[in-house]
């Protein structure tokens, strides 16, 4: 049985709804951001949905979560793969099974857009976040991930 009503890609009239989740998610992740910046990525995928989606969970009509799934390629999975960036319940919302109706929502979303592999980030001093990635078949890799942000 799912937790949530409704689990689908975003339109332009989610984003208020979204920014809230969002500023909330990057203050509990320790990210600076700002909401103008946001707002502009939010605006460039929304445009832009060859670089990926925004999968919107509701409860009752009401926004309680959301996932960001980015694309890339890479020939080690067969083509395309994606980056599960962002996974939120809303805190009013948490233990109630919508974090594995989204994972499992963006997984059945991956697949239907010809997704190969799915990569993601969890913080390490986050074990309810690795737990849940782990139910879902989610393993660590043995490389390390690498950034670093071109300016």
């Not at 989740?21 to 605006?43: C, H, K, P, V, W």
């Not at 913080?123 to 043995?142: G, I």
Request: charged share 25%; hydrophobic share 40%.
């Amino acid at each position: 049985m799912q937790a949530v009503d409704t689990l689908r890609p975003v339109t332009a009239d989610d984003k208020s709804a979204i920014l809230r989740m969002m500023e909330t998610f990057n203050q509990e992740e320790y990210i600076a951001y700002s909401l103008d910046r946001l707002g502009e990525s939010f605006d460039a995928l929304l445009a832009h949905p060859e670089w990926g989606s925004i999968l919107i969970a509701e409860l009752g009509g009401i926004p309680v979560g959301y996932a960001i799934l980015t694309y890339g390629f890479d020939f080690e999975y067969g083509g395309r793969e994606a980056f599960l960036t962002e996974v939120f319940v809303h805190p009013r919302n948490r233990g109630q099974k919508i974090g594995k109706d989204l994972v499992e929502g963006v997984e059945a979303f991956a697949r239907e857009n010809g997704v190969k592999a799915i990569h993601l980030i969890v913080r390490q001093d986050n074990p309810r976040a690795q737990r849940l990635y782990r139910k879902n078949d989610f393993h660590f890799d043995p490389r390390l991930l690498m950034s670093k942000v071109l300016k």
